[in-house]
């Protein structure tokens, strides 16, 4: 078992950065890969990011690359989502999950945590 809370949303304006950050427990935590996933309201949940329990590869889709970046501390079992040049349509629920290993697929993800409001105002 993996647990898994979310914490840093709120709300930013349209160009400004947001630190997410994602805390697992558990025995194994540190053996997961962890992937951020956003859900708008009335859309699908989405792919954010992901990242290797080792920390060493990391995958984002186009319409995050440049702007957001997944990092780990395992020492700290955390994840951290750096997230710059925020736009309206990033706003979302962000969500942190936990997989065996890399995964861009919501599905495809074990854990889950509750997830945190991102409002970004134009």
């Known amino acids: 078992q993996v647990q898994l809370v979310e914490s840093g949303g709120g709300l930013v304006q349209a160009g400004g950065s947001l630190r997410l950050s994602c805390a697992a427990s558990g025995r194994t935590a540190s053996t997961y890969a962890i992937g951020w996933f956003r859900q708008a309201p009335g859309k699908e949940r989405d792919f954010v990011a992901a990242?290797?329990?080792?920390?060493?590869?990391?995958i984002y889709p186009d319409s995050v690359k440049g702007r957001f970046t997944i990092a780990r501390d395992n020492a700290k079992n955390t994840v951290s989502l750096q997230m710059t040049s925020l736009k309206p349509e990033d706003t979302a629920v962000y969500y942190c999950?936990?997989?065996?290993?890399?995964?861009?697929?919501?599905?495809?993800?074990?854990?889950w945590g509750q997830g945190t409001q991102i409002t970004v105002s134009s």
């Open positions: 999950a936990a997989h065996t290993d890399l995964a861009t697929r919501a599905t495809d993800y074990i854990y």
């Open positions: 990242i290797t329990w080792s920390g060493r590869s990391a």
